[in-house]
């Protein structure tokens, strides 16, 4: 298992441009999420689901979106880039290991918006 | 929403030390998760534990949910066990973190 990827590794943005974070897990996980890490701090939850079609917001959604057509991929859109976006972006899925539910993260993908 | 402590925010040790990580939590949780970011960033689920207590190995932790707070005890640290450990709960929201330094 190639367990949760994240592509790009890394990206700079101009303000106002767009992309798209690609995630993808071969887990058949139906939770999947995406969190934002700033320099030294925790992570804050974007948006998340519990399966495909299924979306939700989390603590700071504003400035993206999601989509989940498949359990296996979760991409991130961001729209009209701004500086306050320049963060490191994980995406986790859910799974029980042992009877115990356990996210498994991505290795993240960093972003710089200039 | 849930508000999320943890204590103390650094923590130099020596290698062979013990040390306890604390996280308080504000109000009762459905899942409660400890995990390790390495100097890499790569984030790992050490325990899923929203009540009670479990070991693994030199790590083990202890949640007391009527009390609402999480302790993570690391026993002999190594150097390998540096880097910032999170407490989470119901997967929405993560502490600041504790960075530990293990020093050889």
């Known amino acids: 298992n190639a367990g949760v990827t994240q592509t790009p590794k890394f990206r700079i943005l101009k303000i106002g441009q767009s992309m798209t974070l690609q995630c993808a897990q071969d887990m058949n996980h139906n939770y999947m999420y995406w969190y934002r890490q700033d320099p030294g701090m925790g992570l804050k939850l974007i948006y998340y689901?519990?399966?495909?079609?299924?979306?939700d917001k989390g603590e700071v959604p504003n400035g993206y979106n999601v989509s989940r057509s498949t359990t296996e991929d979760f991409p991130l859109r961001l729209e009209l880039a701004a500086p306050s976006q320049t963060s490191v972006y994980f995406c986790a899925s859910k799974g029980q290991v042992g009877g115990a539910d356990t996210q498994y993260f991505g290795p993240g993908t960093r972003l710089t918006v200039l | 929403g849930i508000q999320v402590e943890q204590s103390p925010p650094d923590l130099i040790l020596q290698e062979g030390a013990n040390s306890t990580l604390r996280c308080n939590f504000s109000?009762?949780?459905?899942?409660l998760q400890w995990f390790h970011q390495n100097p890499w960033g790569q984030l790992i689920n050490l325990f899923y534990?929203?009540?009670g207590t479990k070991q693994n190995g030199r790590l083990s932790a202890t949640t007391v949910a009527t009390e609402r707070y999480s302790l993570l005890y690391i026993s002999s640290s190594q150097t390998t066990d540096s880097g910032v450990y999170f407490c989470a709960v119901n997967d929405m929201r993560f502490g600041a973190g504790t960075r530990l330094t293990v020093k050889p």
């Open positions: 109000d009762s949780v459905n899942n």
């Open positions: 534990i929203p009540s």
């Open positions: 689901s519990v399966g495909a079609g299924i979306t």
